[in-house]
C-alpha cells in the first residue's frame, strides 16, 4: 500500500494552525499512526488508530479520517513542534510510511 | 520503560551480511503482548519496515528484502538480531530497532503501532 502525503515541506508562524494530508492508495480503514521526527532522534509515536491521541502527546496534536483520506493537525503551533512528520498504515503487511512532510517555523 | 538499544558494525563491506542486536529492557521479547521490529531509514529519506517477529510465530518480512533477511531472538538474553545478506551501498541507513504494541479497536481487529524505538545505529555499507 502506497502512502503519500502533502505538503512535502510546509513554513508556518508559531501559534498557527498546521495541518497535514495523508493519502492511501488503497482502503485501510482506520489503521493508520502518525509519528514525529526531530533530526538526529528515532521516530516518536504521536497518533494509533486514526486518531487516538497516545499517553503524554500534547493535545494540540489530533488526527482524523477514513478509509484512504487522513489529516494530522497541530493546533497552535510551538517551536519545539519543528520536526518531519510521518504517517504510517498498519493495514496490511508490509507496513509502509508516506515520505515525511518536514515542517518548519517561519 | 521500556528501552531499546542497538549495537553492530558500523561498517560492512559489499556483498556482506550485515549483522545488529538490540536489546530490550522493561518488557520480555518472549511476551505474545508485542511485537518486535525493524525499521531502516537512509541519510535524508523516509521509513522502510523491515520486518517482526512475535514469540512463538514465524517472523514477517518485507517482500522486497526478504530472501536477504532473518530475524531472531535471544529469550536468554532479552535481544533479537537483524540479519541482511548481500549488502550493496542501497542497504547503508541507520536502523531502528522498535516495539509494536496492540490494542483493540471497537470494531474488530488491533491497532498495531511502534510506540517504543532505539535511538537507531548508522550502517555504511562501503569497501
Known amino acids: 500500500i502506497q502512502m503519500t502525503q502533502s505538503p512535502s515541506s510546509l513554513s508556518a508562524s508559531v501559534g498557527d494552525r498546521v495541518t497535514i494530508t495523508c493519502r492511501a492508495s488503497?482502503?485501510?480503514?482506520?489503521?493508520l499512526n502518525w509519528y514525529q521526527q526531530t533530526p538526529g532522534k528515532a521516530p516518536k509515536l504521536l497518533i494509533y488508530?486514526?486518531?487516538r491521541l497516545e499517553r503524554g502527546v500534547p493535545s494540540r496534536f489530533s488526527g482524523s479520517g477514513s478509509v484512504t483520506a487522513f489529516t494530522l493537525t497541530i493546533n497552535s503551533l510551538q517551536p519545539e513542534d519543528i520536526a518531519t512528520y510521518y504517517c504510517q498504515q498498519s493495514y496490511t503487511l508490509p507496513y509502509t510510511f508516506g515520505q515525511g512532510t518536514n515542517l518548519e517555523i517561519k | 520503560q521500556v528501552q531499546l538499544q542497538e549495537s553492530g558494525p558500523g561498517l560492512v563491506k559489499p556483498s556482506q551480511t550485515l549483522s545488529l542486536t538490540c536489546a530490550v529492557s522493561g518488557g520480555s521479547i518472549s511476551s505474545a503482548n508485542w511485537f518486535w521490529s525493524w525499521i531502516r531509514q537512509p541519510a535524508g529519506k523516509g521509513l522502510e519496515w523491515i520486518g517482526r517477529f512475535r514469540s512463538s510465530q514465524t517472523p514477517s518480512y518485507n517482500p522486497s528484502l526478504r530472501s536477504r533477511v532473518t530475524i531472531s531472538m535471544d529469550t536468554s538474553t532479552n535481544q533479537f538480531s537483524l540479519e541482511l545478506s548481500s549488502v550493496t551501498a542501497a542497504d547503508t541507513a541507520v536502523y531502528y530497532c522498535?516495539?509494536?504494541?496492540?490494542?483493540?479497536?471497537?470494531?474488530?481487529?488491533?491497532?498495531?503501532?511502534?510506540?517504543?524505538w532505539g535511538q537507531g545505529i548508522l550502517v555504511t555499507v562501503s569497501s
Open positions: 488508530g486514526a486518531s
Open positions: 522498535a516495539r509494536e504494541s496492540l490494542e483493540a479497536r471497537d470494531n474488530g481487529g488491533y491497532y498495531d503501532f511502534s510506540d517504543f
Open positions: 488503497q482502503r485501510i480503514d482506520d489503521y
